[in-house]
């Protein structure tokens, strides 16, 4: 019975466009949670305060759902068809190109929901993406889709590291996968690639110095270094996995009509985005990442380049 619904979940997910599913057995985060507990620590979280908030629900999924047995963690591809040209362009972070993946993630969990539900109506399940104290990485690690690279980007075997992360937390018994081992090797090249030195040490993001946290997170004016640093992305970073060698030997495009870019962004170059106007920003970006970092901000990270 285990391994069926186990099984129905797993194809559910790939019909709904997820590229991996995994299941993994709500266990102690002990080991992570202290490690996190450092990083906060050395203030490496920046002005993300809501990383300290909820220490022991990121610890403890029961404490989300109660008598909480198992976690479903699927992964996304938002590696796009289109790539944006960058002649005479700004550069955006490849999940920002679609639509707000939030809620597209949200949706298709809530499908996979309704599947377990018709098995077991009596269970409680809850789809999480970016909406709660959740370790999704590490679940999505010990749940056999990957392995945790050093630049702190959750790595597959297969296609690369180009994945949006969401899951589901159960109090269901599910059949469970068993974790791969890691397979960065001596490989430095996320390191010695990123331009403001972010990666202090295999496997330890100093936050506050990656161009994703400065230009998306980062509320204050940006200094005349981090504005060299920048290089003209202005919303988010990806150089750390465009150097990746399992991104450039594997990541392939995905299909998904939601991730791609519209044609009225594929044509935008500088002046476009130095002209761009709040209702222009509100049409253009609405229900998208972009929404996040806000028209203001956006300008702020446009400006005196």
């Known amino acids: 019975m285990l391994l069926n619904i186990s099984e129905k979940i797993r194809q559910k997910a ?7 599913c995994g299941i993994a057995a709500v266990d102690s985060l002990d080991f992570e949670s202290e490690k996190l507990n450092t990083w906060l620590e050395n203030g490496f979280h920046g002005e993300m305060q ?7 629900k990121r ?20 590696f796009p068809l289109t790539k944006i040209d960058e002649t005479d362009n700004y550069k955006l972070a490849k999940y920002a190109y679609g639509k707000d993946y939030h809620y597209i993630i949200k949706s298709r969990l809530n ?11 009596e269970s409680s399940s809850r789809a ?5 104290p959740v370790m999704d990485k590490v679940w999505a690690q010990r749940s056999g889709l990957g392995w945790i690279g050093k630049n702190t980007c959750l790595i ?3 296609t690369g590291s180009f994945f949006l992360i969401g899951e589901i937390i159960t109090d269901i018994e599910l059949s469970y996968d068993t974790p791969i081992k890691d397979h960065c090797g001596n490989c430095s090249r996320c390191i010695d690639a990123c331009p403001t030195h972010a990666i202090l040490a295999p496997y330890q993001l100093d936050a506050r110095k990656c161009l994703s946290y400065l230009t998306i997170e980062y509320k204050n004016d940006l200094t005349p270094e ?35 870019p519209t044609e009225n962004l594929i044509k935008m170059r500088k002046k476009d985005w130095q002209q761009l106007s709040k209702p222009d920003f509100n049409n253009l970006f609405k229900n998208t990442a972009l929404e996040r970092t806000g028209y203001l901000r956006l300008k702020r990270n446009i400006s005196d380049f």
């Open 50 to 56: 809501y990383m300290e908030n909820y220490s022991d």
């Open 14 to 20: 790939l019909d709904l466009g997820f590229s991996y």
């Open 128 to 132: 999480f993406c970016d909406s709660a």
């Open 226 to 260: 981090m504005k060299l640093a920048q290089n003209d992305w202005i919303f988010g970073c990806d150089i750390c996995q465009d150097v990746c060698p399992w991104n450039i030997k594997f990541a392939a495009p995905t299909n998904d009509i939601d991730l791609q």
């Open 111 to 121: 499908q996979i929901i309704e599947l377990i539900q018709q098995e077991f109506p």
């Open 156 to 158: 597959t075997p297969k």
């Open 59 to 78: 610890k403890n999924p029961a404490l989300l759902i109660e008598n909480a047995k198992s976690v479903i963690s699927v992964l996304l591809n938002y």
